[in-house]
């Protein structure tokens, strides 16, 4: 039997690999600056993004990024002036790419954001496309998993899935930004999550202010 080919992406020059999957909730402006922010840390980025994900980034941003992995990747890579292979698009059923094994995934993954379908699909290891599969991994290798979720009122299953993967270390972290800080635009509220996200990721960010300090 002939030996698959595997495909070797250049991860040396790049502090650390982390997967941001975009889903079809609202608040696809989020994903977006998360990716600006992780690039500014020197990350390399696995992004999935499903086909509602692309529908709400269209209608949120009026930003149409294609369904061709390639093509999504460079037009990012462009859109950021990010390094080569900086960002990596995955489609959803590329099943030989890094996220979808324990042996080579990220161990830090972000669902940014969240909708309640993939949350129940994590939730119950349905694994029927490659977001689903990866946060699987994510999970199973003790990795860290983040689930930004972004639905209102919640229901009874919504939370019944929260907690069942909140029992398993999974961080749930709703896309329901502070006011504190007195924010005076969208970017405030938006930097007030993201900022949030970073710092569970242990990396340093100062997008948000903190908490009794200031400015």
């Not at 889903?23 to 977006?32: D, E, K, N, R």
């Not at 998360?34 to 500014?40: P, R, S």
């Not at 909708?115 to 349905?126: F, R, W, Y």
Request: proline residues 5%.
């Amino acid at each position: 039997m002939a030996a698959l080919n595997t495909v070797k992406f250049n991860a040396k020059q790049f502090d650390k690999k982390i997967t941001l999957a975009i889903t079809g909730a609202s608040g696809s402006a989020y994903a977006l600056r998360l990716l600006e922010c992780l690039l500014a840390a020197n990350y390399q980025v696995y992004l999935l993004c499903s086909s509602a994900g692309r529908i709400v980034l269209d209608t949120e941003l009026d930003f149409k990024l294609p369904a061709s992995p390639d093509a999504a990747s460079a037009i990012l890579i462009e859109k950021y002036q990010a390094k080569a292979e900086q960002i990596i698009v995955f489609g959803k059923e590329q099943w030989f790419s890094p996220v979808a094994s324990g042996s080579a995934a990220p161990k830090e993954m972000v669902v940014c954001p969240c909708s309640t379908g993939t949350l129940a699909a994590i939730s119950q290891g349905m694994s029927d496309n490659l977001i689903e599969r990866a946060a699987d991994v994510v999970i199973k290798e003790r990795g860290q998993l983040i689930l930004m979720v972004r639905e209102t009122p919640l229901s009874t299953i919504h939370l019944t899935n929260m907690l069942s993967l909140s029992q398993q270390g999974v961080t749930i972290m709703p896309a329901a930004p502070g006011f504190y800080h007195q924010p005076q635009s969208i970017n405030d509220l938006i930097d007030f999550m993201v900022g949030r996200v970073l710092d569970h990721l242990g990396i340093a960010q100062e997008i948000m202010p903190r908490w009794g300090y200031q400015n």
